[in-house]
């Protein structure tokens, strides 16, 4: 067996390895080291610091996903609202779709209808009810549709975030820079 002369990375006191080893323990130091070798030289270096850039390697690749996941979520989400956005046809202007707009909506064109029937021409007037009726109904179900995507969105990111902060806490880290910071930035919408 042929032995290799190499110092101990920590506390430099002179070891004799087998060509073989890949660790070793300092009798000088007690620290446990692994023994590296390339073509033109042998060393060591403490397992602690291996396992160190280990788990730091792991904590940010752990991150990386966590942001990678987030940023996913919000693209599906500017996906999916701007398939919901309502196109205003005179300005070309684009809005979410409100509950409340849609309800005043019919509410406007119901009386407007009435007005019509009772003053100028009933049948004209029934006609204007049930055109506004049969729209507003229309862009109630798409503000419904659009609340309930948003929702949707709020409780996909807010779950990712409560589950990244469970984990962050479970290994005794406080949260990170770039994961939410308070419960108030929790589910709000970029």
Known sequence: MTLTPVAC???GAPLDVPNEARFVTCRHCGIQLEVK???SATWTEQIEEIQEQTEELVEQVAQLQYQNALEAIDRDWDRER???LITH???GRR???N???AIFGICAVVVIGLIVAVNVQPGFGVLIVL???VAGTFNLAKAKQFETAKRRHRQRKTGLQMNHFRNQAATGKPPSASGPATFESWGKDT
């Open 9 to 11: 990375h920590k506390c």
């Open 37 to 39: 070798h390339n073509d």
């Open 82 to 84: 701007e398939s919901l």
């Open 89 to 91: 046809k005179k300005s």
């Open 95 to 97: 809005t979410e779709p």
């Open 99 to 101: 509950v409340a707009a």
């Open 131 to 133: 055109v506004g009726i």
